[in-house]
Nanobody, 123 residues
Framework: QVQLVESGGGSVQAGGSLRLSCAAS????????MAWFRQAPGNEREGVAA????????YYSDSVKGRFTISEDNAKNTVYLQMNSLKSEDTAMYYC?????WGGGWDAKYNYWGQGTQVTVSS
């Protein structure tokens, strides 16, 4: 049974940092596309960052490029999102997602989702 469990969310002041973790079980995510999405109240869910460990490929949305870093620890089956220089507009529920193939692009058609972890940035 595939499971993704996020952790590391919390409240932080603008300019601060948080590191989110997503522990995967039920599959080995080397050669899976792993991604972080977020959704703020009243907004659509948006892709934040993605990675594909088999090619060391990563991708970031323009809104987080240069501030967020996605990384993987294959030994721990865990993907991380290091978030620096946080802004109030980063406030959202953050979700981890996984898929085995590229179809649909970097931010679409993910098969597996976690329950989410809340990030709140106060200004």
């Amino acid at each position: 049974q595939v499971q993704l469990v996020e952790s590391g969310g919390g409240s932080v002041q603008a300019g601060g940092s948080l590191r989110l973790s997503c522990a995967a079980s039920g599959f080995t995510f080397s050669c899976y596309y792993m991604a972080w999405f977020r959704q703020a109240p009243g907004n659509e869910r948006e892709g934040v960052a993605a990675s594909y460990s088999c090619s060391a490929w990563t991708y970031y949305s323009d809104s987080v490029k240069g501030r967020f870093t996605i990384s993987e620890d294959n030994a721990k089956n865990t993907v991380y999102l290091q978030m620096n220089s946080l802004k109030s507009e980063d406030t959202a529920m953050y979700y981890c997602a996984a898929k085995a193939s590229w179809g649909g692009g970097w931010d679409a058609k993910y098969n597996y989702w976690g329950q989410g972890t809340q990030v709140t940035v106060s200004s």
